[in-house]
């Protein structure tokens, strides 16, 4: 039980009808914030691709090819391991499943590689079933370079640090090893409504 | 980029406040005597958590201002529409309890095995992980080129101020006032762009490792113009805070 705060008041709202919908810990913002641990990268299209699978036997879109698959539009809430959260955002991508239907490839763990270095990890069965996409349009725009452009993982059940930006792969892996920020401290699963932030949490 | 592996739990403590003292009008350091520190890196943060009488909580990051081996420190600006950083500014005083967990983060992080030369990069407040860097490399007898270049809007948002008057031997501080500036001041007076980023950078060649940290367009534009530059993106750390107000 945390000690009382002398002289602390709650400033923001009660989020009413919303409060089932905000995480332990977190706080509604409408704004978008940035956070990364480099320099944005930008990659031109004509260079992009995303491949899918196995190391060395992986399934790989040009992002011409890519743009072909199958898409879908969802609205989701995101939670940000820096206690925001930011509800009924709006994506268009392309679903996990698909990917790994068409790759022929499954489980038990992914890692995802990104541009700039960044990689995360997560469990396959938290990325299929309808759970995750790669998604290449916020808000009916193609997705700026600040928050992912052009395409970033999508796994919103997930803290949103999950939901790599720049994402380039998915490699399918029989351990779940540890990414970027999983490796400085972070939680290894990462369930908002646990408040799995940190190593042991 | 493999980091070390941090497996320890964190948990919540109970904190003392020994003293606040006042930066800037908007900005205090909050002195902390904090009971269970397992020691942090310069560059780290750390979790505070409030409590209302109805059992409301609110948590927020801070990055902490002192150097490791020194008592925690943490410095935090009063953001008018915000719900714990106007608390922390204008409510807490010494021998207050504060609860914490931390440290947190092992990325934007320094310390002399890493080397340098060092181009620290601050926005605002940006500049309170770079201070713990600052005296980091001073404690540690580290003879590493370090340059701080330090954007605030006027001289009055100048955090630290009287530090960094006093530079210690091997470090250059250069400021930048972007909205107004004081009659005879000898800095520069306009935001940090490629061309005023080429006149204080180290050149690449000598590759230098660079922290960067204020609010997002801060950092998207002086990173971008540092890659440009030469700097290869692993060799250029970020650590941004968006303006999260609203509700």
Redesign the interface.
């Known amino acids: 039980m945390?000690?009382?705060?002398?002289?602390?008041?709650?400033?923001?709202?009660d989020p009413g009808e919303n409060a089932g919908r905000i995480p332990?810990?977190q706080?509604?913002?409408?704004?978008?914030?940035?956070?990364?641990?480099?320099?944005?990268?930008h990659t031109a299209l004509d260079r992009w691709s995303f491949s899918v699978g196995r190391a060395g036997q992986q399934k790989t879109w040009t992002w011409d090819e890519f743009r072909t698959l199958p898409s879908q539009d969802v609205t989701v809430d995101i939670h940000c391991v820096?206690?925001?959260s930011k509800l009924d955002t709006s994506w268009q991508g392309v679903s996990v499943d698909t990917l790994l239907d068409l790759a022929g490839h499954a489980g038990p763990f992914a890692l995802a590689h990104c541009d700039?270095?960044?990689?995360t990890n997560v469990p396959v069965e938290d990325l299929t079933g309808g759970k995750a996409w790669v998604a290449y349009a916020y808000d009916g725009q193609p997705l700026e370079p600040?928050h992912g452009g052009p395409a970033r993982l999508l796994v919103p059940h997930l803290y949103f640090w999950k939901s790599a930006k720049w994402v380039r792969s998915l490699e399918l892996r029989d351990t779940n090893d540890?990414g970027?920020?999983e490796?400085?401290?972070y939680h290894i699963y990462g369930d908002p409504w646990r408040e799995q932030?940190?190593?042991?949490? | 980029m493999a980091g070390t592996a941090l497996r320890r739990r964190l948990s919540w403590q109970v904190a003392k406040v020994s003293a606040v003292t006042t930066e800037t009008p908007s900005v205090r350091t909050i002195m902390l005597e904090v009971p269970d520190w397992p020691g942090h890196q310069a560059g780290q943060h750390l979790d505070i958590r409030l409590t209302d009488e109805d059992g409301y909580v609110a948590e927020r990051s801070y990055s902490i201002a002192s150097a490791p081996g020194e008592p925690v420190a943490i410095t935090v600006e009063r953001l008018d529409d915000g719900e714990v950083s106007p608390y922390l500014t204008d409510e807490l005083r010494a021998g207050d309890d504060l609860e914490l967990r931390g440290p947190i983060g092992g990325y934007f992080t320094w310390g002399p095995q890493d080397g340098g030369p060092l181009l620290l990069l601050a926005g605002g407040s940006g500049v309170v992980p770079l201070r713990s860097i600052l005296r980091h490399r001073e404690r540690t007898g580290s003879t590493v080129p370090a340059r701080l270049l330090y954007s605030s809007r006027t001289l009055d948002d100048v955090i630290y101020r009287a530090e960094l008057d006093q530079p210690a031997p091997g470090v250059e501080i250069i400021e930048t006032l972007t909205r107004h500036q004081p009659p005879a001041w000898t800095g520069y007076a306009r935001r940090v762009d490629a061309a005023l980023l080429g006149e204080v950078e180290w050149p690449a060649a000598e590759m230098p490792l660079a922290y960067v940290c204020g609010p997002t367009s801060f950092v998207e534009a002086v990173s971008q113009a540092l890659v440009q530059s030469g700097y290869p993106p692993q060799r250029v750390k970020t650590e941004r805070f968006g303006a999260t107000g609203g509700t």
């Open positions: 945390s000690p009382v705060s002398r002289g602390f008041h709650r400033r923001r709202q332990p810990g706080y509604l913002t409408k704004d978008f914030p940035v956070l990364s641990a480099g320099p944005t990268p820096t206690k925001w700039g270095g960044y990689t600040e540890p970027f920020w490796n400085y401290g932030r940190y190593a042991g949490d």
